[in-house]
């Protein structure tokens, strides 16, 4: 496998996060999912779906896994994204970084979610059972 | 005419995927973004606006040109 893994895909696969990330040089795998949750603000949240601009989406990816092998020194990078509609408990976001030893790669996830939140061109709708709301479009 | 891509809640506010604009109106991204937002007011509602050429975040300055691939990016909301 390749260095840095980025991919938008229909459903995460959180089974086989280990064997991409594994590295003989690496004593430590920091591996970060996000899900869907049931509830916003105390609203009961139906399902979520998730619309990418996906060729920009995965070069801003691309890039975000690059300065982190910039930032600290990492031997894996994984950065998965869904697309389409989810339900809760659902996976939709999969990052991980191995490195060394366990500072680097638990500060590079971190960067990995955090950026991907602020930079990548993707885009959340939430259903609840009266309304849709695309997530953040207003202050 | 320019064609322009829309995403998220762009694509709600404009009520289409694409937008088509005459290159006229539109020959830097900051004109883009006025024009956007004149022609569809609810742009101005927005946390805020980018827009990408080629792919990449582009700022106000940037010269549009008609082979460029043009997209409006309302606030994103990924992971």
Known sequence: ?139 | MMEVLLFGIAKDIVGASTLHIDPVKAKTVLELKQYISTEFPKFKTLSSLAIAVNNDYANDATLLKDDDEVAIIPPVSGG
Request: aromatic letters at 8%; charged letters at 30%.
């Open chain 1, 1 to 139: 496998m390749k260095k840095i893994d980025i991919q938008i895909v229909k459903d995460i696969d959180t089974t086989t996060v280990y064997q991409k990330l594994s590295h003989p040089e690496c004593g430590g795998v920091c591996v970060f999912i996000g899900a869907v949750r049931d509830n916003t603000q105390n609203e009961k949240v139906e399902a979520l779906a998730f619309e990418a601009y996906e060729k920009m989406a995965l070069l801003e990816m691309y890039k975000i896994a690059e300065d982190a092998c910039l930032k600290w020194d990492l031997k894996k990078v994984i950065l998965h994204h869904v697309q389409g509609r989810k339900q809760v408990e659902d996976p939709v976001v999969l990052v991980g970084a191995a490195s060394a030893h366990r500072d680097a790669c638990f500060e590079a996830c971190r960067y990995l979610i955090d950026t991907l939140k602020e930079r990548v061109p993707i885009w959340k709708k939430e259903f609840f059972s009266d309304k849709t709301v695309w997530v953040s479009a207003h202050p």
